[in-house]
């Protein structure tokens, strides 16, 4: 990398953030404090993070004992000039669970992101992209350069205590990137979506990105320079490779999980056994893609589309991945069950959203939509009604 060492701002409470934030402060280039500034939510929790030191601690998680920490610069407002005028901001890294979270963040800092600007969505829903494109960045001047990051695994750790990560898993994690171009607009013309060559402006950004040098230099850090920390694979993607991948897999999500949870299943190869359930899947696969084709016919154009997007393709690989990690416990249900926060809007609520505004059928994604919603509200009745204890 080059001797001036880019700015980043991380925003977000995820796992995923610090541990990103972590490894790019390892990089040799890094000054002692490193130069990324946390973006914390608000003064109280700036507060509670100067008071801790201004430490990100990484502890083991068989034994509880620290094993790494660094010190970060932290905020909670946009950056100042001298002048007081607010300073834009060059790279910002967001990755959170609530995609309310991240929109509410990101008007705060508004004023800070400028068409210049490089923004790394990370295990971003398909949901949150959507609203962007739609009512935060509807404009192709003023939207800044956004890139979507997907990890894999997506849960790597947990937080304890703000400011401490546990890592649940050693080794490396495939980190898929691309920026995101040509976003499939909600209209009735077709476009061009599909690039199936690079351009030479493509190639040259990635040699020039800052987000690609700084993720380059990072996956080359070998685990175990300073930490227990895990290393990262980095994959260059074409933003529709990318796109295609994660909406095939949370097509396969939201067709199986919320069944899992209606049916209240432990492990995932209980679906398999149970009567009717693959009709409701099939069902289900059907409007998926009838409202995706409605929705966004610009992605007709892709060579790759009618392919991956085949009924009986998806279905195959909705009941193999039944079979092949029907070990695998049931995440919406067991979220249901711990009285957490479920990702059903995320889900089903995608294509109900989209369903409603191209004005199609989504009575099935609706349906469990209702379901889901109904047993997380009984849920909690239960939890806090004596009569159940």
């Keep these: 990398m080059s001797s001036s060492i880019p700015r980043v701002y991380s925003l977000g409470n995820s796992a995923m953030t610090y541990l990103l934030a972590l490894r790019i402060a390892q990089l040799p280039s890094q000054p002692k404090v490193p130069s990324i500034v946390l973006l914390l939510n608000d003064q109280k929790k700036l507060n509670r993070f100067l008071n801790n030191d201004s430490k990100i601690v990484v502890k083991s998680r068989n034994n509880n004992k620290e094993i790494y920490h660094r010190q970060f610069m932290a905020s909670c407002v946009p950056p100042i000039l001298s002048n007081g005028e607010v300073a834009p901001i060059e790279n910002l890294i967001v990755s959170d669970t609530s995609s309310k979270f991240i929109t509410t963040q990101l008007s705060k800092y508004n004023k800070s992101l400028k068409p210049e600007t490089n923004i790394l969505f990370l295990n971003p829903s398909l949901n949150l992209l959507e609203y962007l494109h739609r009512y935060h960045w509807s404009s192709d001047q003023t939207r800044p350069h956004l890139f979507m990051g997907f990890t894999s695994p997506v849960d790597v750790g947990t937080i304890h205590q703000e400011f401490q990560l546990s890592l649940k898993m050693k080794g490396r994690i495939q980190f898929h990137i691309a920026k995101i171009d040509g976003f499939p607009p909600l209209s009735s013309a077709g476009g061009n979506a599909s690039l199936s060559l690079m351009s030479d402006g493509q190639k040259n950004e990635k040699e020039s990105n800052t987000f690609y040098k700084l993720f380059r230099e990072m996956s080359k850090l070998r685990s175990g320079i300073g930490s227990d920390l895990v290393s990262f694979d980095l994959y260059i993607d074409r933003f529709h490779d990318l796109y295609f991948a994660q909406m095939e897999k949370?097509?396969?999500?939201?067709?199986?999980?919320?069944?899992?949870?209606?049916?209240?299943?432990?492990?995932?190869?209980?679906?398999?056994k149970i009567p009717g359930a693959q009709d409701l899947i099939r069902k289900l696969i059907n409007e998926q893609l009838s409202i995706i084709g409605r929705s966004y016919p610009s992605l007709n154009t892709n060579p790759n589309y009618s392919v991956i997007f085949d009924k009986e393709r998806i279905f195959n690989l909705v009941i193999r991945d039944l079979k092949v990690n029907g070990h695998k416990r049931a995440k919406l249900a067991q979220s249901l069950n711990q009285l957490n926060q479920t990702n059903i809007n995320e889900l089903n609520g995608f294509f109900s959203t989209l369903g409603k505004y191209k004005r199609c059928?989504?009575?099935?994604?609706?349906?469990?939509?209702?379901?889901?919603?109904?047993?997380?509200?009984?849920?909690?009745?239960?939890?806090?009604?004596y009569h159940y204890l």
Excluded: F
Aim: proline share 2%; with cysteine; charged share 25%.
């Design 250 to 272: 949370l097509i396969l999500e939201s067709c199986t999980e919320p069944l899992l949870a209606v049916y209240d299943c432990v492990y995932k190869k209980e679906l398999l």
């Design 361 to 385: 059928s989504c009575k099935w994604n609706d349906m469990l939509l209702t379901l889901i919603r109904g047993k997380q509200s009984i849920t909690k009745q239960r939890a806090l009604d």
